[in-house]
């Protein structure tokens, strides 16, 4: 499983970015999809998952700001970013389990305050 990552960039804080990953290869099915990040000297952390019916779990730190989604159909997932703020900054990775884990390349979302 390939999981191709598009999006991100920077930003003021206030503003939105969207990011959106696609899973292609040997999929036989995909459950949890979803997004980590990483921040400079801190530890990857979980952003937010969805699972195959929609349902969805966020870290604090993005409730109510952020919306994870998914098109199960093109086996892709996205992420909503509104209200940004300095410390959303990170790299953003997308995740799915299908089987076993499966991590995407990674994309940097940078917002200045």
């Known amino acids: 499983v390939q999981l191709q990552a598009s999006g991100g960039g920077s930003v003021q804080a206030g503003g939105s970015l969207s990011l959106s990953c696609a899973a292609s290869?040997?999929?036989?099915?995909?459950?949890?999809m979803g997004w980590y990040r990483q921040a400079p000297g801190k530890q990857r952390e979980l952003v937010g998952l969805i699972n195959s019916v929609g349902t969805t779990t966020y870290a604090d730190s993005v409730k109510g700001r952020f919306t994870i989604s998914r098109d199960n159909a093109k086996n892709t997932v996205f992420l909503q970013m509104n209200s940004l703020k300095s410390e959303d900054t990170a790299v953003y990775y997308c995740?799915?389990?299908?089987?076993?884990?499966?991590w995407g390349q990674g994309t940097q979302v940078t917002v200045s305050s």
């Open positions: 995740y799915c389990y299908s089987g076993n884990r499966y």
């Open positions: 290869g040997s999929i036989f099915s995909i459950g949890v």
